[in-house]
């Protein structure tokens, strides 16, 4: 596994961390900021073919796809 890989993904696992994070506090702005984060994050990993756990991906918290 390359080393951007494992970066990429340690993005998306902490981003999906401050998100729920964030929901659990129920910090609306905290959670604007996160998600925004876990967007860019899957995009860039999708955009250099780094596999993200697939499971999570699906549904970013929204009911989008």
Do not use: P
Not at 17 to 43: C, F, H, N, P, S
Request: net charge negative; aromatic share 4%.
């Amino acid at each position: 596994m390359s080393a951007f890989a494992e970066a990429m993904r340690e993005r998306v696992r902490a981003a999906r961390a401050a998100l729920a994070e964030a929901r659990a506090a129920g910090d609306a702005y905290a959670a604007a900021v996160a998600e925004d984060e876990l967007e860019d994050a899957l995009r860039l990993a999708l955009a250099h073919g780094v596999v993200t756990d697939a499971a999570t991906d699906e549904d970013d918290g929204q009911g989008r796809s």
